[in-house]
Nanobody, 126 residues
């Protein structure tokens, strides 16, 4: 059974940092592209960051560029999202996702991912 499990969310003051982790189990995800999305109350799920299976390319939403960093450790089947200089507007449930590497990949579209975690809450207070 394939599972993605996020951790590391919590409550932090504006300007603070959090590091989210997404551990995969059930298969080896080293050949999978990985992504992070978030969803705030009353809003649609939006793209945050993505990383190619090889780690050779990373992609970010404009709203987080320069503040967030996505990385992966294939030996641990885990992808990370380091979030710095957090703002109240970053408050959301954060989800990790995965899809097989290769072929065309619209990294910012949630429809392009096959596996999803259950989400972890990030709350940034002002």
């Amino acid at each position: 059974q394939v599972q993605l499990v996020e951790s590391g969310g919590g409550l932090v003051q504006a300007g603070g940092s959090l590091r989210l982790s997404c551990a995969a189990s059930g298969r080896t995800f080293s050949s999978y592209n990985r992504g992070w999305f978030r969803q705030a109350p009353g809003k649609e799920r939006e793209f945050v960051a993505a990383i190619r299976w090889s780690g050779s390319s990373t992609y970010y939403a404009d709203s987080v560029k320069g503040r967030f960093t996505i990385s992966r450790d294939n030996a641990k089947n885990t992808v990370y999202l380091q979030m710095n200089s957090l703002k109240p507007e970053d408050t959301a449930v954060y989800y990790c996702a995965a899809r097989p590497g290769g072929g065309s990949w619209s990294y910012s579209s949630y429809a392009n991912y096959d596996y999803w975690g259950q989400g972890t809450q990030v709350t940034v207070s002002s």
